[in-house]
């Protein structure tokens, strides 16, 4: 028998995630849909001997064609033209929920209402005639329990049992009002007169609905002038009776419809005016509590990233440090061929720097997963908003920027959090200008060299506030030019609290895992392996290398390397600056990573191994002055962190063109606002 | 209705006060006759309620007699025509209204406002009149221009008075009367669920006063105070 194609649609915070890994249980697999930063989620399951196919469509609160995942759902149910599809509702806010559900049932879709968390609106006290509400809505209902794995074998019955029905045309419409009916029946006739293509792809009524609410779309699919007039006419004409938008109208009417349903079929037993989750908000978002609350759980989520973190960090470190010794035991001691070095410095080293990002990544989106789950995403939204705002970003958009402080790469890979592309995009620009955790390696050897105790925290302090004040003035002014654009509404729903199911928790946890390591891991591989092979060769004649010690002989041959002339070439460029070719050379290693600044510089200066931080410190400071330091420090700050981040980007923006963007504009802000400083403070200083 | 004192008149034994006392000013007394006349009621009616300012002690009243009043009656008379005069003159003066509106107007409030609000009128109408001539006009003016802002007389059109739910106070409930604001939010509120006639309650503000959590049709949702300022509601 042919597959069956379902598609799952629903509100955001129904449950519709837990409902597809109950359907699909692991068999399935995440995309994107091309050209956009949508999640693309399909998997397949068997049942009653037929394959199902289930598409996990973006989760929306209605179907016009303003956002791209409206769109996107919308164009999938019209021309793909699933089987069956099923409306994931949450049972204890069932109006709402089921305004999408209006617009299903006027697309004609071949509809199953999966009444979700079943389990809460039973607690909450109510109850369903679902025998009644399934025939005015002609739709199947299921109870379901998603994340408790209630309600599978029904639900699957119920979209067998739908895809087998003959297409009938539906009785029950919900009626506008004998005004709009009289203009949507001129309109279909015109319809059905002109565009007899149209009409019957998608229903007369359904494109005068839209038509009348003038959705762009289907407007401009519309190519009959007398049907655009008579449309024209009627849209003013409405509008001078209700003195408002016929599609507000229309979408009055629909909920209007909507509560009478209800209150013919639902019945709230249990009259409690504040529940929970009242009662949680009250204290979580208490003009006094809220902020301290918020802190706490932030502090909570970057000691459980980081902090916790370090523990299998520094396990899986240990691992590969053991790994890079036995395969580099293959060879004789001392040996260069150029074979251990590959393997050795370039793959597994390579492996090692971005498998070492995986315990962040795998803590982190297990708090966010927490977080979102339980619905204090939202509130923390909430009460950050107003700062956000300011700088022209969402209440979401804290959060990742806080973890950049952390690390970029996670906190990048947490604006998945954010819901608008533009937001998104800026956020992700700005992450790197948060002070990261790798550049304390250089701020813990350069400041220390450079200067007094006295004046050692408050350059540190300087430093981070420097970043924070360039991401503020960076947001807004990327805000203003590249992704200008009217900030979307705000209005944002606040879910009941809920308790997360490990299952669900885990298995989000474990999907930005792998998505981490399949995308982000491929390319920092291949660029670590580019970098090592650039400071690895050219390789300088054995004979040049006689009568130097080892750190002179690693000095030697890191000046003879392509990353060593390239530093020498780049000099002159970087002299304004203050800097010469050996921080040149330094800072192009650290694009792999900043704490290969360090290494490098120690090299450069033959002090070999960082143990030596002391000499080399002392070393610097013969060669520089404090204010070459502190640009030293500022260029660190504001280039990019490394390349992981790179390719971070380009995974989560989905285009190279982002992620270049981002390489070069950072790297010609830290070029110039270092520029600037260094001559202005050379005349100064 | 507030509760009135025993003495306290019903509209249209004012209205017969009133009258009185110009036709005593005049003839000196008043006729039956006449009176039913100017108020355009039935002779009998006028009897019944001079019967019944007699008994208050307002008139001399005996049938087949002219009608005086008494000292009493002429203080309430002519109390009720102050409050008359005072009332359409600050409806002329300092509202703009027409003569023949205000005339009515202040017919209908002579009744029923107490006096205490008079008074106040009345002080503020002498702060009116010693206000110079240039100050006084433009008092007249900004209410024209409001007016004209106007297509209607509906009050629901001005600002003042009218309450959005960014002006609700946690823990108020509202009922929807608008949404007056462009194409994207409108729809976005309206998609939510936010249409006329729903109810809507504010259950808190976020710590740095923006936004706020409004409760409606069962579920929460946080809006902007920009946003909230272009949905109407009544308060309860």
């Known amino acids: ?685 | 209705m507030s509760a009135k004192s025993a003495n306290a008149l019903t509209a249209s034994l004012e209205d017969y006060l009133e009258v009185i006392l110009w036709s005593v000013a005049a003839n000196g007394a008043a006729r039956v006759k006449d009176i039913a006349r100017q108020l355009q009621v039935q002779a009998a009616s006028v009897t019944g309620a001079l019967q019944v300012l007699a008994e208050k002690r307002f008139v001399h009243y005996k049938p087949y007699e002219a009608v005086t009043l008494t000292p009493e009656g002429f203080q309430e008379a002519t109390r009720v025509v102050r409050c008359h005069h005072i009332i359409r003159e600050f409806l002329t003066q300092v509202l703009g209204v027409e003569a023949e509106a205000a005339e009515e107007g202040a017919c209908r409030l002579e009744h029923d406002i107490p006096g205490e609000i008079v008074a106040r009128l009345a002080a503020f109408m002498e702060y009116v009149q010693a206000l110079p001539e240039p100050e006084r006009g433009s008092l007249a003016a900004f209410i024209e221009r409001s007016m004209g802002r106007t297509a209607s007389a509906d009050p629901s059109e001005l600002s003042f008075g009218r309450s959005t739910v960014a002006d609700m106070k946690p823990g108020h409930e509202g009922v929807i009367v608008r949404i007056g604001s462009h194409a994207e939010l409108a729809r976005r509120l309206a998609d939510m669920g936010l249409g006329r006639g729903v109810l809507i309650e504010v259950e808190g503000v976020a710590p740095m006063g923006d936004p706020i959590r409004i409760k409606i049709r069962g579920y929460r949702l946080a809006l902007r105070k920009s946003e909230a300022r272009s949905i109407v509601v009544i308060e309860k």
């Open chain 1, 1 to 685: 028998m042919r597959q069956l194609v379902v598609a799952l649609v629903g509100n955001p915070n129904s449950g519709k995630s837990s409902l597809f890994n109950l359907l699909t249980g692991s068999h399935q697999h995440v995309g994107n849909y091309p050209g956009v930063t949508v999640e693309k989620k399909e998997g397949y399951c068997t049942y009653g001997g037929r394959e199902i196919r289930v598409i996990d469509l973006p989760g929306t609160y209605s179907l016009t064609a303003y956002s791209t995942e409206e769109i996107i759902t919308r164009q999938f149910i019209l021309e793909d033209k699933p089987d069956v599809v099923v409306d994931v509702l949450d049972a204890s806010n069932i109006e709402r929920n089921l305004y999408l559900g209006t617009q299903l049932m006027e697309m004609n879709a071949p509809l199953v209402l999966a009444f979700n968390m079943s389990d809460l609106a039973q607690r909450r006290g109510l109850e369903f005639d679902l025998d009644q509400l399934s025939r005015l809505l002609e739709a199947r209902i299921v109870p379901t329990v998603g994340n408790k794995g209630q309600g599978r074998e029904a639900l699957l019955d119920a979209v067998i049992q739908t895809a087998r029905d003959d297409k009938k045309p539906r009785m029950h419409h919900v009626r506008y009002g004998s005004e709009i009916e009289e203009e949507l029946s001129r309109i279909e006739t015109a319809i059905l007169d002109q565009e007899r293509d149209l009409a019957i792809r998608h229903g007369s009524r359904w494109l005068a609905l839209k038509l009348l609410e003038q959705d762009d779309e289907i407007l401009a699919k519309v190519q009959s002038r007398p049907v655009l007039d008579l449309v024209r006419k009627s849209v003013s004409h409405l509008r001078s009776i209700f003195h408002d938008e016929p599609e507000i109208v229309l979408a009055d009417r629909r909920y209007g419809f909507i509560s009478g349903a209800c209150q013919e079929t639902i019945r709230n037993s249990v009259e409690r005016r504040h529940d929970a989750s009242d009662m949680i908000d009250a204290i979580v978002t208490n003009r006094v509590l809220g902020l301290p609350i918020f802190l706490l759980l932030m502090y909570a989520v970057f000691w459980l990233t980081f902090t916790l973190g370090e523990y299998p960090m520094q396990g899986l470190e240990w691992l590969f440090g053991w790994l890079q010794a036995s395969v580099s035991g293959l060879w004789p001691e001392g040996s260069t061929h150029w074979l251990r070095s590959l393997l050795v410095d370039g793959m597994i080293a390579g492996v090692g720097g971005v498998v070492v990002f995986l315990p962040n990544i795998l803590l982190l989106f297990l708090a966010i997963a927490l977080l979102e789950d339980t619905g204090y995403m939202a509130r923390a939204a909430f009460v950050m908003d107003r700062i956000m705002h300011k700088i022209g970003l969402h209440g979401k958009s804290f959060i990742p920027m806080l973890i950049g402080f952390g690390c970029s790469v996670p906190a990048i890979m947490a604006t998945r959090i954010l819901e608008n592309r533009r937001n998104r995009l800026t956020t992700i620009m700005v992450i790197p200008l948060m002070s990261c955790g790798a550049r304390l390696t250089i701020y813990s050897l350069i400041i220390p060299a450079f200067f007094t105790p006295r004046w050692r925290g408050p350059v540190m302090w300087l430093i981070y506030l420097i970043g924070i004040l360039l991401a503020v003035i960076c947001a807004k002014l990327l805000r203003l030019t590249v992704f200008q654009g009217e900030t979307l509404p705000f209005v944002m729903e606040l879910p009941p609290y809920r308790m997360p199911t490990t299952k669900s928790v885990v298995i989000h946890m474990w999907q930005r895992g792998w998505m981490f390591l399949k995308k982000a891991g491929t390319v920092i591989l291949g660029i670590s392996v580019v970098l090592w092979g650039l400071a690895s060769f050219p390789q300088p004649d054995p004979a040049q290398l006689a009568g130097l010690d080892e750190e002179q002989a690693q000095q030697a041959a890191l000046e003879y390397s392509a990353i060593g002339r390239i530093g020498h070439l780049v000099e002159p460029v970087i002299r304004p600056l203050g800097f010469d070719w050996k921080i040149g050379t330094a800072l192009i290693g650290a694009t792999a990573a900043k704490e290969v600044f360090v290494s490098q510089l120690s090299i450069v200066y033959a002090t070999g191994s960082d143990d030596n931080t002391d000499v080399l410190r002392e070393k610097l400071r013969a060669s520089y002055t404090p204010l070459v330091a502190f640009c030293i420090l500022l260029f660190s700050l504001i280039s990019t962190p490394c390349i992981a981040t790179v390719a971070m980007t380009r995974q989560e923006t989905n285009s190279w063109g982002w992620a270049v963007f981002q390489f070069v504009g950072l790297t010609v802000l830290a070029y110039g606002i270092t520029l600037i400083v260094y001559q202005v403070g050379r005349i100064w200083i």
